[in-house]
């Protein structure tokens, strides 16, 4: 069941770029656990949107099966969805990107929709650097079935049934850099200052992009002795820097030294603050990128931030050198080739 949220709008909210107010990226009212860290995702989803100024209807929203995947409905009401059946939400994407590569696609998964029955639909969807957004909302349980642990939970971790977990966690974004990805990143979904910016880099990046995003479940993952829980991953959580996402206008320019911090002016007259990272991380060295990750986990330490990005790696439809229109635009006339074109294919045979 899902309720419709009031259509009320302050006669002096703000407004985006393309005249869009931030309630028509809004969804129905959520029906998930009182403070779930779902909806803080849900959240940073709908106002990277709204600043990114993306018509909703030009964007597809992809979800599998779980509490993540019911999140579709609690945001951007007004644009293309598909629920699909459990761990199967990339081979889907994967065919509404081929047939119309002009919208924007953000896939929205869960930890055991993507880490357990989903791992090998996840692993070709990184390989093929799929045009899109995967944000994983990864809390360490199985929420719609009673909290038994998943595949990302950590060993020793224990959730409301207070059984430790026994086997090792797969981690995503880890995971995501051993196979290819070309954006990587983790966050928190109680640090919305980090995770809206990520977003909007991930919407942005052309290819693949990762989001793994530590989500703690209230009701049956948010004990103690639990890793993915508020108070762990907050007392745990280390960023890789301080950053914002900045749209493509005028290059603005300016000189941070490793491990100073400065204020930059941006076009809209906003300002962000820049902390260069420490010797020895670097965000497009990949090998740098996985030995922290290592490094942080020995220390029982959350890394969030950017963790990788390569913007030269080509996506699915230039490695396949796709026509330049949507598939699903092109008319018989342009599918089906001439006798001239058959009998200049079959001499290339002879």
Not at 124 to 143: P, Q, T
Not at 265 to 283: F, R
Not at 302 to 313: M, R
Not at 320 to 331: E, Y
Request: proline share 5%.
């Amino acid at each position: 069941m899902s309720y419709k949220r009031p259509a009320f709008r302050h006669p002096d909210a703000a407004i985006n770029e393309i005249g869009f107010h931030q309630k028509d990226y809004e969804g129905a009212l959520s029906t998930l656990c009182a403070g779930c860290g779902h909806d803080s995702i849900s959240a940073a989803i709908i106002q990277a949107c709204f600043e990114l100024s993306i018509p909703p209807h030009r964007i597809a929203k992809i979800s599998g099966i779980g509490c993540s995947s019911k999140t579709p409905t609690y945001f951007l009401a007004n644009s293309h969805g598909f629920n699909s059946v459990h761990g199967r939400m990339p081979s889907v994407a994967t065919g509404a990107v081929m047939a119309n590569k002009d919208l924007t696609y953000i896939g929205v998964s869960g930890d055991g929709d993507t880490a357990s029955i989903g791992m090998g639909q996840f692993a070709h969807v990184v390989r093929r650097n799929l045009n899109m957004v995967y944000i994983v909302m990864n809390n360490g349980c199985y929420g719609l079935t009673k909290g038994q642990d998943s595949a990302t939970a950590d060993v020793g971790s224990s959730g409301k049934a207070g059984v430790p977990t026994m086997f090792s966690s797969i981690d995503l974004a880890g995971l995501a850099l051993e196979l290819g990805a070309g954006f990587v990143a983790r966050s928190f979904s109680g640090d919305k200052n980090q995770l809206i910016p990520l977003i909007k880099a991930g919407i942005s990046h052309d290819g693949f992009a990762l989001i793994d995003v530590l989500s703690p479940c209230v009701t049956f993952n948010n004990t103690k002795s639990s890793t993915k829980s508020y108070t762990y991953v907050r007392d745990h959580m280390e960023s890789t820097s301080i950053a914002d996402f900045v749209p493509v206008k005028k290059e603005i320019t300016a000189s941070v030294q490793p491990g100073e911090s400065k204020t930059i002016e941006m076009h809209d007259g906003s300002k962000i603050s820049l902390s260069s990272i420490a010797e020895g991380w670097d965000p497009k060295d990949r090998l740098s990128a996985i030995n922290a990750i290592h490094k942080a986990s020995l220390e029982g330490e959350v890394l969030t931030g950017l963790l990788y990005i390569d913007a030269a790696q080509p996506p699915v439809h230039k490695l396949l050198n796709t026509v330049d229109a949507p598939l699903n635009s092109l008319q018989e006339r342009d599918l089906v080739p001439s006798q001239e074109a058959l009998e200049e294919i079959n001499m290339g045979f002879r």
